[in-house]
């Protein structure tokens, strides 16, 4: 593992008890940040915080903003600043057409997976201003960029995450902080696991490098993109797709 700086700056992780917010902790802490995980399963995020040596955790509901800012400012109060906000909550949400697509299910997608990701921002950003070289990253999907047949509610949700990056990334532009996200391809995790054998099959297909993602690549890229040393890059759709991306 290569080192890379975040020595005591202060980490909020959203969906951190899933495979990949878990992993983003690990590299974290090996990288000497002080994490705190946040997940709608409280229990879950104390048991990931007591094993990967996180600071902290809370149970938050992401498409709640008094949840969200009420943990926020535990976190500020407790740790003095916050310095990195990395929104790694997410869901699949139902599998199927867009003629027969479930309302409560396309709304439930995109309160936790686009709502969810502007109202962290919203509540986190006024600890970040506070903070030197404060960095966000967000988790999006190749599925926002490319759509997958059947996901329609969440390729949407993601597509919009890229949007919101970019477009927060040009309104912190004269500040000390960077905006980017990540659109990885599947990736080995408990949302790959939970899909249909066709629509696990669909995605694996399409990766060139004939294989998912490992949860530990997704943090390699998460932990780089939260240094100082990015530095020049906001506002940018880092691809982690094994060969599918096609922009």
Known sequence: MNQLDLH?????????????????????????????????????????AEKVGAVSSAQVNVSDAASIAHAAKDVYERLGSIDVLINAAGINGPIGPVDTYPI????????????????????????????????????SSVGGKEGNPNQGAYGASKAGVIALTKSLG???ANTDIRVNCVTP?????????????????FVLAKIPLGRAGRPDEVASMVAWLATEDCSF????AFDLTGGRATY
């Open 104 to 139: 409560d299910g396309w709304r439930q997608v995109i309160e936790v997976n686009l709502t969810g990701v502007f109202l962290c921002c919203r509540e986190v950003l006024p600890y970040l201003r506070r903070a030197r070289h404060a960095r966000i990253v967000n988790l």
């Open 185 to 201: 391809a599947a990736i080995e995790s408990e949302m790959l696991r939970n899909m249909t054998d066709d629509a696990r099959n």
């Open 233 to 236: 890059s906001t506002g940018a």
């Open 170 to 172: 040009k309104e912190l």
């Open 8 to 48: 005591d700056r202060v980490c909020v992780i959203t969906g951190g008890s899933g495979a990949i917010g878990y992993s983003i902790a690990e590299r974290f802490v090996a990288s000497g940040a002080k994490v705190s995980l946040w997940d709608i399963d409280g229990e879950a995020a104390q048991a990931a």
